[in-house]
Antibody
């Protein structure tokens, strides 16, 4: 059974940093592209970033480009999202998800971790 | 960036058919994916590549895509289908490769 467990969320001040982790199990992690998708309170889904199976290519939404960095450690079956220069509008539940690289759908999702940016 | 437009809400009686649309410029030329999200839960993929269903998704869920509109159709609607539904496309040739629609709240009357 595919399992994705996010961690690392919490309360951070504007301008601060957080690193999210997503521990994967139940599938061959190194053969899947992975993504982060977020959802602000009461709002819709917003794609944040994606990374190919090898980590060789990364993609970012314009709203986070230059501030967030996606990475992965295939030896640890773990996906990361380093978030710097946090803003109030980054407040959201952050989900990690497995991704189909060619069609771009997200077929398995974690339960999410809440990031709150506030002074 | 590419814009996907969904109606904010759709209402349907139990046992009837619900149709949720997703509009976009020449969306028929893209692969469209649909997600169901119930309150407090993570999204679940219900249709991918316009019309394919992941394992475990009932046949009542189907999709189509042509021209400027993609449609998620839910037949014989049940109370448990009440949820938010999102369409999504992916285009690696774009500066913003992934777009979600704004979501549609399906209410079962």
């Amino acid at each position: 059974e595919v399992q994705l467990v996010e961690s690392g969320g919490g309360l951070e001040q504007p301008g601060g940093s957080l690193r999210l982790s997503c521990a994967a199990s139940g599938f061959t992690f190194s053969t899947y592209a992975m993504s982060w998708v977020r959802q602000a309170p009461g709002k819709g889904l917003e794609w944040v970033s994606s990374i190919t199976d090898s980590g060789g290519m990364t993609y970012y939404a314009g709203s986070v480009k230059g501030r967030f960095t996606i990475s992965r450690d295939n030896s640890k079956n773990t996906l990361y999202l380093q978030m710097n220069s946090l803003r109030a509008e980054d407040t959201a539940v952050y989900y990690c998800a497995t991704s189909d690289f060619w069609s771009g759908y997200f077929d398995h999702w974690g339960q999410g971790t809440l990031v709150t940016v506030s002074s | 960036s590419y814009v996907l437009t969904q109606p904010p809400s759709v209402s349907v009686a139990p046992g009837k058919t619900a149709r949720i649309t997703c509009g976009g410029n020449n969306i028929g030329g893209k692969n469209v994916h649909w997600y169901q999200q119930k309150p407090g839960q993570a999204p679940v993929l219900v249709v991918y590549d316009d019309r394919d269903r992941p394992s475990g998704i009932p046949e009542r869920f189907s999709g189509s895509n042509s021209g400027n509109t993609a449609t998620l159709t839910i037949s014989r609607v049940e109370a448990g289908d009440e949820a938010d539904y999102y369409c999504q496309v992916w285009d690696t040739n774009s500066d913003h490769p992934c777009m979600f629609g704004g979501g549609t709240k399906l209410t079962v009357l």
